[in-house]
């Protein structure tokens, strides 16, 4: 076994994995700092 050498693929799922999560979590936060629909005036 070589020390240091993961498996390419491993990391890249992990990697897509860790880019999935932030994208849910910033959806999250938007939704959690919704001020709410103003309609426009008439």
């Known amino acids: ?3 240091g050498v993961g498996a390419p693929a491993g ?7 860790v880019a999935y ?4 979590l910033s959806v999250i ?3 959690a700092l919704y ?3 103003t309609p426009a005036g008439d």
């Not at 990391?11 to 994995?17: D, E, F, P, S």
């Not at 999560?21 to 849910?24: H, L, S, W």
């Open 21 to 24: 999560d932030m994208v849910i």
């Open 11 to 17: 990391t890249l799922v992990n990697v897509a994995w």
């Open 35 to 37: 001020k709410g629909f």
């Open 29 to 31: 936060i938007r939704a």
């Open 1 to 3: 076994m070589f020390t």
